[in-house]
């Protein structure tokens, strides 16, 4: 399930596996079902878009 998520005056939503972000929740699904399917390993397709990488000390400027 796919968690959405205030940071600063963003709104992201995390997938509940990995913990990245991403501006849709539709990005972060896809993230989340290939975590789910291939054990925790991340799409490095999918992980690109990611706005949020967790233990960033900030947001990447990518919208």
């Known amino acids: 399930m796919v968690t959405k998520k205030k940071i600063g005056d963003r709104t992201v939503f995390l997938c509940d596996i990995c913990g990245l972000g991403y501006a849709d929740r539709v990005t972060a ?31 990447p400027d990518r919208k």
Do not use: W
């Not at 397709?45 to 000390?57: F, N, Q, T, W």
């Open 29 to 59: 699904q896809e993230c989340e079902d290939y975590c789910r399917a291939h054990h925790g390993s991340c799409s490095a397709e999918i992980s690109a878009k990611a706005v949020y990488l967790p233990g960033a000390p900030t947001l």
